[in-house]
């Protein structure tokens, strides 16, 4: 046997058939494969399928050592070349079966019948209805037990360390994007996108059919009107319903299209060319102009600082400047984060101090404060200084993610300190879970808990991040 397998690295590509190929997705320590819920059902079929526990487990930790190498994903096949610990390399599939022409075209069905199934799919998620009612139709999107067939060099029968290592990485995969799932039952992205289109435009052309009819038949006592029926076959080649394909239906003097009112798509187009091209965007300056100087020959009112009018008039320009450009937060801010922000722009030091009086912080507070804004802004600033209580189901999830973010034997032993914080036992480490169900990781600096990291979704992740900071010089 070769070192990849069975003639992995000659295996030749049909360029008919649609592929696609994922690079290598790096090493990841304590995070949970599968994060959305169609991505659990697929692990939930590998898992339920396997005899060998074992033979899980040294998957899952290739799959986190990054020992899965490029994916190839096509119609019922996976392939990736999985790495053993001592260097050994095997070519690893799995197969699932591909759906039917007539599976494809009721699937296809269901998914016009509702806008929010595609729309669902376009932001690359998978619907749960679509889901059911398939199942309900005899089809089976998502695979069940015994779906996911094994295929390695090492010559395993079942499910061995790399076809396993394979599928959890696919189960990453498949919280990015649920059309890898799809592909492999049949159909690429292009493909099943362009066949949604067209049976929208069908079903939308087959709808207004009737209507166009039932007014060509009472408009002149029931004479018949050639045009008319030219035109609802052009307005169905056109395939955008209202809109017709053709010179338009005679009707009243003056008006084009007819008694409808409507406008032919040729006399929208050529008017379009009558009206003058909008001007180009202006450029955006790439940083702000000078402020204008303060230090004239009149002196300043009583209560007025000529330097901290200039200061504010600066962070007035740059956040114009960044609102043309479209990259402005606008979040609103009160005078107490709007401070913080204002310190994380790293002022002289005598604006610092009085920023740090004006929102009732002493210097170290203000340090912490900027240094929680600058991983991430409000959030972040709301994480440090404010203890919400979450809600219930919020907090099980949160404990559910808490007991599954480590491997067994691995996982530190955390007590609650608050509501919403877990500090770590034996070190000056401590987890926090904000608003949003992200985890912000902290470390304990001269008595005070000090932001360490941005948020993680995971909390392995996010405690990881501790680490790596405590061996770091401090952030300014």
């Not at 509702?114 to 999107?141: K, M």
């Not at 007035?316 to 450009?325: G, V």
Request: aromatic residues 6%; glycine residues 12%; charged residues 25%.
């Amino acid at each position: 046997m070769s070192e990849y397998g069975d003639g992995y690295g000659d295996e030749s590509r049909d360029e008919s058939v649609d592929e696609r190929t994922f690079a290598a997705l790096p090493p990841v320590r304590g995070s949970v494969f599968a994060r959305t819920w169609w991505g659990r059902e697929w692990l939930r079929a590998l898992e339920d399928t396997a005899l060998d526990g074992q033979q899980l487990k040294q998957g899952r930790r290739h799959a986190r050592a990054g020992a899965v190498g490029a994916v190839s994903v096509r119609p019922g096949r996976l392939t990736a070349v999985v790495r053993d610990p001592d260097g050994m390399a095997y070519r690893a599939d799995v197969l699932l079966q591909e759906l039917s022409a007539a599976k494809w075209d009721r699937l296809l069905d269901l998914a016009v019948d509702s806008a929010g199934h595609i729309a669902a799919l376009l932001d690359r998620e998978l619907p749960p209805h679509l889901v059911e009612d398939a199942a309900a139709n005899g089809l089976e999107l998502l695979p069940g037990i015994g779906d996911l067939e094994p295929e390695c060099g090492c010559g395993a029968w079942d499910h061995c360390p790399h076809t396993a290592a394979l599928c959890y990485q696919v189960a990453r995969l498949l919280d990015e994007d649920p059309f890898v799932l799809l592909l492999m039952r049949g159909r690429g992205e292009r493909e099943l996108l362009d066949a949604l289109q067209e049976r929208s435009a069908a079903r939308a052309a087959g709808a207004a059919a009737p209507e166009e009819g039932a007014g060509g038949a009472g408009g002149t006592h029931g004479s018949c009107q050639p045009d008319e029926s030219a035109d609802s076959a052009a307005a169905g080649r056109s395939g955008v319903p209202g809109v017709s394909g053709g010179s338009g239906v005679s009707g009243a003097p003056g008006v084009p299209g007819g008694a409808s009112g409507g406008v032919s798509a040729a006399e929208a187009f050529a008017a379009g060319a009558i009206l003058p091209p909008l001007p180009a965007p202006p450029v955006p300056f790439a940083a702000p102009g000078e402020p204008p100087s303060l230090d004239t020959e009149t002196g300043p009112g009583p209560g007025v600082d000529p330097a901290a009018l200039e200061f504010l008039a600066a962070d007035a320009a740059d956040r114009a400047r960044r609102m043309l450009a479209g990259t402005l937060d606008d979040t609103p801010l009160s005078p107490s984060q709007d401070a913080v922000r204002l310190a994380a722009g790293a002022p002289v030091a005598w604006i610092a101090v009085r920023l740090a009086e004006g929102s009732d912080r002493d210097r170290g507070g203000l340090e912490r404060a900027v240094r929680a804004w600058r991983f991430g802004g409000a959030a972040a600033l709301a994480v440090l200084e404010e203890e919400t209580e979450p809600t219930p189901e919020a907090l099980v999830r949160a404990r559910t993610r808490l007991a599954e973010a480590w491997e067994e034997g691995e996982r530190p032993v955390l007590r609650p300190a608050g509501a919403a914080r877990w500090t770590v036992d034996g070190t000056g480490a401590q987890l926090r879970l904000g608003a949003d169900g992200r985890w912000w990781p902290y470390r304990e600096e001269s008595g005070h808990w000090t932001p360490a990291g941005p948020a993680e979704h995971d909390p392995a992740a996010a405690l990881a991040t501790v680490t790596a900071a405590a061996t770091a010089p401090p952030a300014p």
